[in-house]
């Protein structure tokens, strides 16, 4: 019966908008779409291997989360960060990062601290030829670690709030030279203060370690700071 067939094909076509979606997402994430890169919906398309309704869907989707634009002549490109909202952004960090390790500090389970440790001895040597691509992705888990070990789901909701706009910074500032060795410092120096159960060094531990992230960004970005 047609009515059956309408119902059985929705999940399907609902299933690869998403499919598109995180892929793209991915993509974007991960830096193989740039900013100022152009979205071509037939080429991708073909190499996701789906119809175009897909893919212009997870572009819709895309461009109300923020990373995708319509520009002039051009049509949908990655939305690049201004001056303005990367110091915004860096600032709502700071508080959150800031926050989420103060309240570790009060309530991360030995598990979670050690868990922590684990993760923080298991950092990559610097000079690996990916970019910082490993270490980025290494100090993801460890914040995200430490934002679980907050315990608090409304902090952590408005931390993956940021993750949209945190896409768009561009290469990691992991990539630096010299500037692995130096976040692992501040690392170690927030997760001391963790398991010492000292709210207020881990807070002010993780502000430090942001603004120098912030820092490095600028340095990264246009030759600035330090
Ligand atoms: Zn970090």
């Not at 979606?21 to 830096?31: F, K, N, P």
């Not at 201004?82 to 990062?97: H, I, K, T």
Request: hydrophobic share 45%; no cysteine.
């Amino acid at each position: 019966m047609p009515e059956q067939r309408t119902e059985a094909d929705r999940p399907a076509r609902t299933t690869s908008a998403a499919g598109a979606y995180e892929a793209l997402r991915a993509r974007i994430v991960s830096g193989g779409l740039k900013p100022g890169d152009r979205i071509r919906e037939v080429e991708l398309a073909q190499e996701m291997g789906l119809s175009r309704t897909p893919v212009r869907e997870a572009i819709k989707r895309l461009e109300q989360d923020g990373l995708i634009r319509h520009a002039p002549h051009k049509g949908a490109v990655v939305r690049a960060l201004d001056p303005q909202s990367m110091n915004e952004l860096y600032l709502v960090r700071e508080v959150l990062e800031g926050t989420a390790a103060g309240l570790a500090a009060q309530h991360a389970s030995t598990a979670e601290i050690t868990a922590l440790e684990e993760l923080l001895a298991t950092q990559p040597p610097e000079g690996q030829d990916d970019g910082g691509a490993e270490a980025a992705r290494r100090n993801a888990i460890f914040h995200d670690a430490i934002g679980h070990a907050a315990h608090n789901r409304h902090l952590l909701h408005a931390m993956d709030g940021l993750s949209g706009a945190m896409a768009l910074l561009g290469p990691t500032t992991l990539s630096m030279p010299g500037r692995i060795p130096v976040a692992m410092e501040e690392h170690a120096a927030i997760l001391h203060a963790i398991s010492a159960r000292d709210a207020g060094a881990a807070d002010a531990a993780a502000r430090a370690h942001i603004r120098a992230a912030h820092r490095a960004r600028l340095h990264l970005l246009y030759g600035i700071g330090g």
